[in-house]
């Protein structure tokens, strides 16, 4: 009898596992403050360039969405859409293979992949705002008369 209560204890615990490794679908939805002044070119660089950074693949750059897919150890594979504008952007899942997406929920891989596009497409903004601002700072400063 025991061997078998073990056995039991050993599938609940592999099966509790496994189900903790798929998480709810992760879609972030960014409104841009008023004050991270943007134009839709410098979202679109922004996304691209995080894109890239992140090590995923560009497959298409429209005006207003931007489509990219990333492929982990040859195993893991997931493709999204990004539609943005000068001062939103949303990150949505499109297809997977190997993340078992099934009824809303995803490998925490995907999750983790779509929290650091998330991150880093705001500090690139925010790294090209304080760009423009020390700029501009730098500028005034030279055209004051001392």
Avoid: F
């Avoid at 360039?49 to 195993?75: C, E, S, Y």
């Avoid at 949303?90 to 993340?99: A, E, F, T, V």
């Amino acid at each position: 009898m025991t061997y078998l209560l073990r056995a039991t204890l050993i599938a609940l615990a592999l099966l509790s596992t496994v189900a903790c490794s798929s998480k709810r679908l992760l879609t972030p939805d960014r409104t841009l403050p008023v004050t991270l002044k943007t134009d839709r070119a410098q979202m679109q660089q922004a996304i691209v360039k995080t894109l890239v950074a992140r090590q995923w693949t560009v497959q298409q750059i429209t005006p207003n969405r931007v489509q990219a897919q990333i492929t982990v150890r040859g195993q893991y594979h997931a493709e999204i859409d990004i539609p943005y504008s000068a001062d939103h952007y949303r990150i949505q899942y499109r297809d997977s293979r190997g993340l078992d997406y099934k009824d809303g929920k995803i490998h925490k891989n995907y999750i983790r992949w779509v929290r650091l596009l998330d991150k880093g497409i705001l500090r690139e903004l925010k790294d090209h705002q304080n760009e423009l601002t020390a700029r501009q700072l730098s500028e005034s400063a030279l055209a004051t008369p001392q």
